[in-house]
Every structure is written in C-alpha cells, then in structure tokens.
C-alpha cells in the first residue's frame, strides 16, 4: 500500500474509534486468518452478578455468603464484585478476614474467626482435595446456562456453589456476525469453565473455544490457533491480555481496559463495542484491496 492509501485508512478507521498505531497493522489485519477474543469485559461486560446460591445441608446460605463476601472484598476480580455486591443487597455484615491469599486464575481464601475459607473454580477445589460431587450435576446445569459456577470450602468442607452470570455486550453478536461475513474463524480465549464457555461459545456462533486457561496460559492459546488457522488478531481488554496482544500477529486492545494492556497493542478500539473489530477490518480490505 503506498503510505497515502494507509493514511487515508487509519484516518477513516480514527472516524470510526479505532486508533492504529502504526500503520503497518493495517496490513497485518488484512491477512488474519482467525480473530481471537477474550471472554470477560470483551465478549461481555465484565461486570458479572450473583445469580444463584446453593448451599449444602447443614449450612445457612447467608452465613457463607457473609463469610465468602468478606474475603472476596480483598479481591479485584470481577467475579469477587458480583459477590460482595450480593451480600451488600442482602444487607449482610461483613468481617475483616486474615492471611487473604488470592490465586490467579483459581479463587481466593482466607481466615476468618478461626476458620478456614476457600472459594473460586472447581480446578481450585480439586487442587486442594476437596470432593465436590455432591455439586458436580448442579454445577453442571448452571454452566450449560451460561453461568460460571464457583465453589465455597469452610474449614476444608464443601459449603456451596455459587453461580454468576456476565451478559454479553449489545454489539457482540453482530461484530461475531460481520466478522463471519468476512470469512474469518472467530475463538474465545478465557480462565472460565469450559462448559460454561461452551454453551456461550454456541449462543454466539464462535467457532473455537480455549476454555479454562491460566493466565498464563493465553500465549499459548493463541500458538494453537495460529497452528489451524493462520495469523492471529487477538482483542483484549486486561492486564492478563497484555501477553496475548504482544503474541499476537496483530493486537486489538479496548480503550475502557487496563492501561497495560492498551500499551501491548497495536490498535486500540475507542469504545468497547466489538462492531470496531470488523470495521477495522474492512477498513483494512478496502485499503489494501488493489495491492498484492
Ligand atoms: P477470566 O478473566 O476469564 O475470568 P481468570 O483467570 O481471571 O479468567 O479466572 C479464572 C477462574 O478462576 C474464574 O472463572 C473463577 O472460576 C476463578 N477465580 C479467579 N479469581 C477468583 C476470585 N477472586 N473468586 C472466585 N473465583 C475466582
Ligand atoms: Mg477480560
């Protein structure tokens, strides 16, 4: 492309709030095979709430909520929002808890009055032994939902299983559309559980899931994809993103997102309506159209 075509394409790409930092990325866009995006505050809002509260016999749902509320306080993660904002709502009283550890990727836990509190995902669970069968079908349903299912431990005892729900930001399903039209493989990268993912992966037409990934982990997730289908475009919005967008043969950050993650990329979308993506993209076939 001569540099007046790629000016005249990230100007009009500017005009529709994305921000090309370098014009190159514009050409590298044009030959994405696959469009991976993150799950939570990309695909969805990132503002998760509580949506369903089980407990097992013997334990008093408001009393493990309180109890998992006041060490989710000390967490930032948008999951532990929803959970703090359900006891707010039941006007429980929170309670200043002890030796707060937060596991990326996992869950959190805690002392509080002498006891022991555990809660996240069903891989932390199992890492620190606990036996959640009695929870397994319910667990099972709640993600076949769409919801993410966690669990709470008390003093080493499965207490409950929490769900909650992230709804999937209004220019979603038509950005996945365009992006189709386009002739591009969409995926989803996320820590989620797998089956949760799944069933939103099958609401929105994604073609492939990378489910139950580590923070760490996202790297390599997109090594995969680039495997199968050809150079990878990566859409974050996180501080765990920053890795992908750097990985990534061309990386699309969110404006509303974590600073780090907006420094790793190479083309930032000024609002976090994902009908940016495919408008980038076409922005990019229609400059670079006469060439090659
Ligand atoms: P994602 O951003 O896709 O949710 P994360 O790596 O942040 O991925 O988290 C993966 C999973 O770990 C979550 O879906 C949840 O099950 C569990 N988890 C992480 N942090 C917490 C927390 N503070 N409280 C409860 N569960 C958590
Ligand atoms: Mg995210």
Redesign the pocket.
């Known amino acids: 492309a001569t540099p007046t075509s790629i000016m005249v394409g990230t100007g009009r790409a500017a005009e529709l709030g994305v921000l090309f930092r370098k014009g190159q990325a514009l050409q590298t866009l044009r030959n994405a095979g696959v469009i991976a995006l993150?799950?939570?505050?990309t695909l969805t809002r990132g503002r998760p709430e509580l949506t369903d509260l089980q407990v097992v016999a013997g334990f008093d749902e408001n009393e493990v909520l309180a109890l998992v509320a006041s060490v989710?306080q000390h967490?930032e993660?948008?999951?532990?929002e929803a959970?703090v904002a359900a006891a707010t709502e039941r006007t429980l009283s929170l309670f200043e808890p002890h030796n707060v550890k937060?596991?990326?990727?996992?869950?959190?836990s805690a002392t509080l009055d002498g006891r022991k509190i555990e809660?996240?995902?069903d891989r932390?669970m199992k890492q620190l032994g606990h036996e959640l069968d009695a929870l397994a079908e319910t667990a099972e349903q709640l993600a076949l939902e769409g919801k993410?299912p966690?669990y709470a431990a008390i003093d080493g005892k499965l207490a409950a299983i929490i769900a909650v729900a992230d709804p999937i930001k209004e220019g979603t399903p038509a950005a996945i559309e365009a992006l189709h039209e386009l002739g591009l493989k969409v995926a989803m990268i996320?820590?989620?559980?797998r089956h949760t993912a799944s069933a939103i992966a099958r609401r929105l037409w994604i073609d492939e899931v990378e489910a139950e990934?580590?923070?760490d982990g996202k790297v390599a997730a997109l090594k995969r994809l680039r495997e199968q289908h050809g150079p990878v475009a990566f859409v974050g919005d996180?501080i765990?993103d920053a890795p992908a967008l750097a990985e990534a043969d061309v990386g699309l950050a969110i404006g509303t997102g974590t600073d780090i993650a907006i420094e790793a990329a190479e083309v930032v979308l000024m609002s976090g309506d994902l009908r940016a993506v495919p408008n980038a993209l076409a922005i990019s076939h229609a400059t670079l159209r006469n060439i090659r």
């Open positions: 993150d799950k939570t505050g989710e967490s993660h948008p999951i532990a959970i937060a596991y990326p990727g996992l869950g959190v809660v996240g995902a932390y993410s966690l996320t820590g989620d559980n990934v580590m923070p996180g765990n």
